[in-house]
């Protein structure tokens, strides 16, 4: 059964940092894109952030684009996202996900920023 717990998620203030972590299990995470994504809220679409295709290459969305970094461990199969600089405007919940290959999504961190 494929599942993503995501942790990492705090309040942070504005120009902070946070390390989100995804633990994947049941695949392995080096056959896939591997992405994180935000929802601002339940009515909202699932926003892609970043990805980590199998071969290693990060590819990152314009909204993170040099204040962020993906990366894997593949011997604990977990994805993770160092979010730096954080802005009032990234607070959302944040989920990993298979890019091309969907799985049901995990419950998600919650990112607050604020002062």
């Known amino acids: 059964q494929v599942q993503f717990v995501e942790s990492g998620g705090g309040l942070v203030q504005p120009g902070g940092s946070l390390r989100l972590s995804c633990a994947a299990s049941?695949?392995?995470?080096?056959?896939?894109?591997m992405s994180w994504y935000r929802q601002f809220s339940p009515l909202t679409r699932h926003e892609l952030l970043a990805g980590i295709a199998p071969d290693g290459t990060p590819i990152y969305e314009d909204s993170v684009k040099g204040r962020s970094t993906i990366s894997r461990d593949i011997a604990k199969n977990t994805v993770s996202l160092q979010l730096d600089n954080l802005k009032p405007e990234d607070s959302a919940v944040y989920y990993c996900?298979?890019?091309?290959?969907?799985?049901?999504w995990g419950q998600g961190t919650q990112v607050n920023v604020s002062a």
């Open positions: 049941g695949f392995r995470i080096t056959g896939y894109t």
């Open positions: 996900n298979r890019q091309f290959a969907y799985a049901p």
